[in-house]
């Protein structure tokens, strides 16, 4: 059976080309698009899908409220932060925010190679 993966992002063009990359790997599937993390939060409570990739920066709710809101209802559904600032995002997980990577939106192919080292599809 498939793994499960919920995209947010508020660019329905990253959005797009994240669900074409999960297509063509074997063994994953996005169960649910999200525009913004409140999007993510509930649609994640919904699908409860096996990992959740977050954007830093959303409307409505960013990346890293929705992180911790997720981690307090699904503590071990990994998440990443998909994010242009992986520098930051990076610099952030010094804190007590759990989130178990940070990818750089300029490097898809690694985000796939995260997903894979977190779920084996």
Known sequence: MAKTILVADDNPTI???????????EGYNVCAEAANGREAVDLALEHRPH??????SM???DGLAAARELKSLMPDVPIILFTQYADLGIYLLGS???????????EPRELLAQVRSLIPG
Not at 15 to 25: G, N, T, Y
Not at 96 to 106: G, Y
Request: charged share 30%.
């Open 51 to 56: 990992l959740i990739i977050l954007d830093l």
């Open 15 to 25: 959005r797009k080309m994240l669900c074409q990359l999960f297509e063509a790997a």
């Open 59 to 61: 409307p409505v709710m």
């Open 96 to 106: 007590d925010l759990r989130v178990e990577r940070v990818v750089s939106k300029s």
